[in-house]
């Protein structure tokens, strides 16, 4: 995530709790009320973000998770590209002779 992200996303969350106080008193509840709601739907807005956040970490479907895995993947795609044949066959072999020995 980028500077102007995080800050787009602080913005928009500042702009949300003002419209949700605003929204709150055209409804009908004083000042003080309509303060203490929209301060409670952000903190569960809040609590919401940090379960996914959690998840996401746990389950490893972070960004940085993603890069790594799809480098990874690039990088072994590209050696056994560059293999020639004797040495791809040489290592289909020594895995086919790994995994009879595993049974």
Not at 4 to 18: E, Q, R, S, T
Not at 23 to 43: E, P, R, T
Request: hydrophobic residues 45%; negative net charge; charged residues 20%.
């Amino acid at each position: 995530m980028r500077r102007i992200d995080a800050i787009g996303i602080v913005l928009g969350v500042f702009v949300a709790g003002g419209l949700a106080y605003v929204v709150l008193q055209l409804v009908g509840l004083d000042s003080q009320n309509a303060g203490i709601w929209s301060q409670a739907l952000l903190v569960c807005g809040l609590i919401g973000w940090l379960f996914t956040y959690v998840f996401r970490a746990v389950n490893n479907k972070m960004t940085y998770h993603q890069q790594r895995d799809e480098y990874e993947q690039t990088y072994l795609q590209k050696r056994l590209d560059e293999l020639s044949p004797e040495e791809l066959e040489r290592l289909q072999a020594k895995i086919e002779q790994e995994q009879d020995s595993q049974l």
